[in-house]
């Protein structure tokens, strides 16, 4: 008997995928942009697997656009995809750089963190034996020079926006995990607000869910 079982991993469901749409989802080596609203098409595809569910998918999705190798792929002159891997048209120079621009900022937090974890282990011991240094004379100190004052950057404050001042074509974030992401409104209806993301994803949400 074959089994129901739901995937839950975000490794595993991106392996399905795999699997499933090798014309579409790229294991390794160069990927290719995907189609604008293929969430749809994909939520449709797999309406009746009982392996998968539509939270599920739209993580794995999330973490396959945002991938390096993916945002690498988004550059002009190339074109999106469906899930059968036919052409859907050409990239939009605002999402090449929109994709750049999140791919140089991913890359710069991730040399940090290597820069500061190499700094961590290259400190010494903190139970190894300090030498004993001879006593020497002390010099007068110098007058300390002043030192320039950096300049705070503001920071941006996102408030939740209002449903009846949202409008079609209009610029906002949407939140979705820990960070914002960016956006265009596409759709009102009712309390329904359909975005599509800079990534090429348009989703639904609720208006509390905008942020301006």
């Known amino acids: 008997m074959e089994s129901t079982e739901k995937l839950t991993d975000t490794n595993a469901i991106l392996a399905y995928l795999y699997e499933t749409f090798p014309l579409c989802f790229i294991a390794e080596g160069e990927t290719k942009p995907l189609k604008i609203g293929l969430f749809q098409d994909l939520a449709e595809r797999l309406a009746d697997d009982s392996k998968v569910s539509k939270t599920q998918l739209r993580i794995a999705l999330r973490r396959y656009t945002s991938s390096w190798r993916y945002l690498k792929c988004v550059k002009a002159g190339a074109h999106r995809i469906d899930l059968d891997g036919n052409c859907c048209g050409e990239l939009e120079q605002e999402h090449v750089d929109h994709a750049q621009a999140t791919l140089k900022e991913s890359q ?53 926006a209002v449903l009846t001042e949202l409008k079609k074509n209009q610029r906002v974030n949407v939140k979705l995990g820990k960070a914002p992401v960016a956006g265009v409104i596409l759709d009102i209806k009712k309390e329904d607000v359909q975005v599509q993301l800079d990534s090429g994803l348009t989703i639904k949400v609720k208006a509390e869910y905008i942020l301006l």
């Open 108 to 160: 710069e937090k991730a040399k940090a963190k290597r820069i500061a974890k190499a700094g961590k282990s290259s400190a010494p011991a903190a139970n190894a034996k300090k030498p004993v240094k001879k006593p020497v004379a002390r010099r007068p100190k110098a007058a300390p020079s002043a030192k320039p004052v950096k300049e705070k950057v503001a920071e941006v404050v996102l408030t939740p």
